[in-house]
């Protein structure tokens, strides 16, 4: 299986039409791969809280519709980011998007854990209640978002509804670029699954990004990672090895906490 990860860079000054028009020109040169994946609100910038309101739109408003067209023009499961949507009956959302290679809307995901101690996200947006798989005829997708790789609860969650690979898009910031590579690897190794964990560059709303993109195998192999700037990050894996190391060092099947008590 072939993922590209598209570390876009979100610096001030480009409109968001204009970037959304290179997001789905990159999608497009993606054509082959067999998953796509874009950062946490790179239409905004994750730390432009400003912007969020301002550039809120509905699930099916401009970003949906361009990259469901660039996900069916390259043929290629996107997991386009996420966009601040606009609930018309509720407040804003960090809202994830997963299209399939018709271009059809497979699964949306609204971010559980928000950013900002009691600022920023925090405040603006609305917390998801959901956990989100999608799957693949290859694997299946268990979706997170950012902030949300902090919380292993969420992972085993996932884990428990099937997923084998973890994809992650974010706007992690550069001061903590040590804990985005470490978390990656602790989730891919206490889950025995994938990570895909696709962040910005560049800087915005003054916060440099970290970048550094990368892929973690089950046992918490690094496959690729990238640099600080703008690039995309394509890596070749092999879905079936979560099977495979999940047999030979079945540790999952050692849980307790949180594990359903027989019933007799």
């Avoid at 874009?38 to 969020?52: C, D, M």
């Avoid at 408003?61 to 509720?90: C, F, N, Q």
């Amino acid at each position: 299986m072939r993922a590209s990860l598209i570390q876009i860079a979100v610096d001030e000054g480009e409109s968001v039409d204009a970037r959304r028009r290179r997001a789905a020109s990159l999608v497009r040169e993606q054509a082959g791969a067999d998953l796509v994946v874009l950062p946490e609100l790179w239409t905004t910038g994750a730390f432009a809280y400003e912007e969020f309101g301002r550039e809120a739109e509905p699930l099916d408003g401009p970003t949906y519709e361009a990259m469901a067209k660039a996900a069916s023009d390259a043929g290629v499961w996107l997991h386009a980011g996420s966009i601040p949507e606009r609930d018309p009956d509720g407040p804003l959302y960090n809202t994830s998007l997963v299209f399939s290679p018709a271009g059809e809307l497979a699964a949306a995901y609204r971010k559980i854990h928000r950013f900002g101690f009691d600022r920023g996200e925090a405040v603006l947006m609305g917390a998801g209640r959901d956990l989100v798989t999608v799957a693949l005829p290859e694997t299946t997708l268990g979706v997170a978002t950012c902030y949300d790789l902090r919380f292993p609860e969420l992972f085993r969650g996932l884990v428990d509804a099937g997923a084998e690979t973890f994809v992650v898009p974010a706007g992690w910031p550069e001061r903590r670029r040590s804990h985005w590579t470490l978390l990656a690897r602790a989730r891919a190794v206490e889950n025995q699954a994938f990570v895909l964990a696709c962040g910005t560059a560049g800087t915005h709303a003054r916060v440099p990004q970290a970048g550094h993109s990368i892929v973690v195998d089950p046992w918490g192999e690094v496959l690729a990672e990238a640099g600080p700037g703008e690039q995309v990050l394509s890596v070749e894996f092999d879905p079936g090895r979560v099977a495979v190391t999940r047999d030979q060092f079945p540790a999952l099947k050692d849980r307790v906490l949180g594990v359903e008590p027989p019933r007799h």
